[in-house]
Nanobody, 126 residues
Framework: QVQLAESGGGLVQAGGSLRLSCASS????????MGWFRQGPGKEREFVAS????????RYADAGKGRFTISRDNAKKTVYLLMNSLKPEDTAVYYC???????????????????WGQGTQVTVSS
């Protein structure tokens, strides 16, 4: 069973930054595309960003383009989400996720991700 553990969330003022981390227990971490999703209060879970196996391709939701950066360190089996210029509407629980199949590419759909972390709360105050 794969375990994903997010960390780095917290309370930050608007305009501030946070870096989320997600450590994986997957032995073959580098074989999987990883993603970040979020779920705000009263909202459905939504795609935030995704990164392919060696970081050669990344994709972002429009809400985070230019402000968020996804990266990974395969040696540490960790994926990161750097969030700058945070806004109150970024307030959400942030989840990392691992794609179902090895060698698969970017996906915006949560249905394509099999393993999920427990989430980390990000709260942005105005």
């Amino acid at each position: 069973q794969v375990q994903l553990a997010e960390s780095g969330g917290g309370l930050v003022q608007a305009g501030g930054s946070l870096r989320l981390s997600c450590a994986s227990s997957t032995r073959s971490f580098s074989l999987y595309t990883m993603g970040w999703f979020r779920q705000g209060p009263g909202k459905e879970r939504e795609f935030v960003a995704s990164i392919t196996r060696y970081g050669g391709e990344t994709r972002y939701a429009d809400a985070g383009k230019g402000r968020f950066t996804i990266s990974r360190d395969n040696a540490k089996k960790t994926v990161y989400l750097l969030m700058n210029s945070l806004k109150p509407e970024d307030t959400a629980v942030y989840y990392c996720a691992q794609r179902r199949q090895q060698y698969s590419g970017i996906s915006y759909s949560s249905d394509d991700y099999l393993y999920w972390g427990q989430g980390t709360q990000v709260t942005v105050s105005s």
